[in-house]
């Protein structure tokens, strides 16, 4: 049955992220983005939370919710502080990879710590995009070659989320330079591998409170069980899988942003008076907010829907289609809605003493977090098309664009 | 709890009215569109085929709102949401066939909320034996020459005289309005006096004083009649007030009749998403046999996106339809998301025919190669401009959204 309404557990967790957001994250947004990272108290206040573990399975030590409680909690936190929301300590990205391209028990292996003691400090990572596209041919230029008992990796990865603070990081890397996209596998590099380098911090546009980075491998060496096969439909569809989870994380998070920048734009707009009148009282401004507050609800509801189709685990194709769609619209929306808010309040929006002009900021590097819309458009169009999901197609390769992750 | 599947009543209906529009419908668009009419033979068929359709918790309009008849209080409610899926189904195969079937049409919702008990048996109880006897339709008259968004300026005056009322003036662009047995008709005792003046009418086919005017000759939705109604010195008597007397002493009575337009824009919306998920599926399939079996992906990745984003549009309108049609159902006040649902889909499904039609390029706009394309193209339109043009449904919104605005 087609219903809006969130169940008792999901509206309780909602609310207790919403209350935790608005009451630590919002008030110190600029300290956070002055400081570009997560003080301790709200590091360690978010772990006692669970605030990262929500969509995990329980066997690796999640709360197992799924993803439309994530959805619920992302927006909270996005609509306070979407660099806070990256820079929330937990498995992040690295978990969900994890769950889709190990096996249980690697998962369970390399998660379960995240929910114990120390968990505050604890972040992982995902090393995919690379500084520059390979040339020569298709795939990584990172490379993964066989040596006794395991890999030895080697090359430079960038857009690095947690680059600095993770302990435990996901390379993908290429194994089989023959077989272009079709070659790659993805290794865990534990932070004491005496072959990885972090490398410097990228200076961004936005999401000051989250760390971006480089790391580089020299012959890093790997062990056989660190390297993650790909679970159910093979590597290339686990990969997608993880890619598809990431953006309803990400598209959650913009639908936060979105509603944060339409609530502020609507109360400039209700308040702000001209010609005798508010702003907001002229059709031109009236307008535009109405066509905003579609843009979040609509995305809103979208994002929804992709949560719940995996949760209820509806064919994977429709699945992914859901999410391909529901990212891309909000992500549009989000960059639509921020843009608006920094215009309708004029040239104040433009000053850093209002808070409008970092979530426009926020907002297009929030875009650049997971597959970006162009791509979703061509996953969406490969499955309404009947298509191959070809790698070298639906992944967001560094040919194509290069993401965070 | 948080879903977005159909529950299987619905999936039922859907997939039946997809297989008849899919072989029944479809085939005769192209020559009802030409022939301007939708044959009588096949929309009594399809009142008997709809009988099978029709989702259990449909409320009788007579009975509704006199407690005549238990309702499980613990049963929600879907009908709303069941209409929505039935009238894009129905809107893909042929959106002015769906204008046409048979009913109360716009004119129930105004009966059903402000009628008196004598009036809803009356004018509800003329379509109960359209199985045996001739098809019947109701109609809704608004809409003036002169006051089309703009509701309070409308100029058809009533003044009472004796036990009768007297009506004069033009009603135009009222769907159905010639073959209705009734029309629910707005006129004004003052229009000075705005709102508050103005009465709802049931006006009887062949009511001395009540002629039908011009049928208008449309873009499209052809197959659909568009009638004008000229009321002069038209004597309607005091039974056929709508509410009866009682429901104009206080503004809200009228307030209620413009109330049903939260209940019917969702569905407009839904019908506007029929029409873009046909062309969209009609671009996808021309692209699938054009490009993707001869050329390499990349070189189409600019059509394929342009697909994606018609696809994501409307799949975005359509979660605002669902959203709306749901509050509806739980009994939430959902003006404001009526008339989002209304505009985005509106808009989505314009952008769709549009679109479609430059992806399957030269050919998409020639009647004789994509003749489909081409008259959905001319269907949608209007989708954006009746029940509430696109700009009106902003006003509707922008009221809710910003503090102390009554008027721009």
Redesign the interface.
Known sequence: ???????EE?QLIQQSVADFAKSTLAPRVRELEKKRGVPEDIRQGAHEMGLGLMALPETCGGQGLGY?AAALVEEELGAADAGASFGLPGPASFGRAVVELGTEAQASALLSDFAADGGADRFGAVAWSEPSPCKERAGFTTVATRIEGGYALTGKKAFVLHAHVADRFLVFAQVDADKGWDGIGAFVVRKDNAGLLVGGRHDTLGLDAADFGEIQMKDAKVSEEDRLLGGEGGFTQATLRFFAKQAIVVAARAVGVARFAFEIA?EH??TRKAFGK?I????AV??A???R??DV???R??V??AA??WD?K?PEREALLAT??AA??ALDACMRTADDCVGLHGGSGFIRDLIAEKLMRDAKQLALCCPTA?Q???I???I????PL?PA?VLPTPETQAIFT | MIDFTLSKKQKEIQEGIRSLGKFVIRPMSLSMDRNKEVPEEFLRNFMRLAKGFRSDDVVDPIEEGVAARERDPNKVSESNRTSAIAAEELAWADAAMLLSVPGPGLGGPPIRATGTREQKERFFGIFKDMHKGPLKWGAYALTEPGAGSDVAGIRTSCRKDGRDWVINGRKCYITNGARASWNVVFATVDPAAGRAGHRAFVVEKGTPGFEVGKIEDKMGLRANETAELVFEDCRVPEENLLGGEAAYVSKEGFMTAMKTFDNTRPLVGAMALGIGRAAFEYARDFVKDNYVLSRPVPRYAAIAERLAKVGRKLEAARSLVYRATYMADAGIPNAKEASMAKAAAGQAAIHACIEAIEICGAHGSLSSEHALLEKWFRDIKVYDIFEGTGNIQRVVISKRLMSGLKAF
Do not use: N, T, Y
Request: with cysteine.
């Open positions: 049955m087609i219903s809006f309404q969130a169940s999901q439309v609507r707009c209700d508010p907001g009282h002229f059709q009236a307008f907010l109405s066509d507050h579609m609800e609509s995305a509801w979208l929804w829907k719940h189709a209820a509806l391909a769609q891309a619209h162009e979703l458009d061509q969406a169009a490969a309404d098309l009947g298509l070809d197609l």
